[in-house]
């Protein structure tokens, strides 16, 4: 049976979630890597990008995934948060394009249907049914590794989903992504 090797990554300037699941074609899945890349907050933006990068290129070397999985931007409240989630984001993208590597965004809300069935679930929620699908004795912490790990597995799940983005067969939540996306716009 062949498996698909996928390295989340739940991005933040601060914290940057990395996980990496072995699944299986009946789903089942194992854990392979979980941690955060961290950042000093009171470093030049600079040197905090170069470190975010070093830590997801370390993974992407050492684990060799198949495809990347990262956790879609979306507006907050805080500005500056937006901004550093966008920019780390942005390095796991260039990352993996740089290695040829496909990859995927998925919103907070498909992570979190796929994993617990709920899109609107608690960062507990995720973090058992986390722990639960791959077997671990404890949750894995903290919160941005989990969530890393939920987008692998969510990624694992959907892929014929994540690749009807260019095919033009959207799931529910990414046609109601993209319309959002084309509301800011106008």
């Not at 062949?2 to 854990?31: F, K």
Request: charge should be positive.
């Amino acid at each position: 049976m062949a498996t698909l090797r996928v390295l989340g990554v739940d991005p933040g300037l601060t914290r940057c979630g990395v996980g990496v699941v072995d699944v299986a074609a009946d789903r089942s899945a194992v854990l392979v890597h979980v941690g955060v890349v961290r950042t000093a907050s009171d470093a030049p933006i600079e040197q905090r990008l170069v470190d975010v990068a070093r830590g997801l290129r370390e993974v992407m070397e050492v684990h060799a995934p198949d495809v990347v999985a990262v956790e879609r931007v979306f507006a907050q409240q805080n500005r500056n948060t937006v901004m550093g989630t966008a920019q780390a984001s942005g390095i796991a993208l260039m990352l993996a394009g740089e290695r040829g590597l496909p990859t995927a965004t998925h919103t907070p809300t498909e992570v979190k249907a796929a994993i617990t069935g709920y899109g609107a679930a608690d960062k507990r929620q995720v973090q058992t049914m986390v722990a639960r699908v791959l077997r671990l004795r404890e949750l894995p912490q903290p919160a941005d590794a989990a969530d890393a790990l939920a987008l692998a597995l969510c990624h694992a799940w959907r892929a014929p989903a994540a690749r009807s983005e260019t095919s033009g067969v959207l799931t529910p939540a990414q046609r109601a992504w993209r319309e959002a996306e084309r509301r800011m716009r106008v």
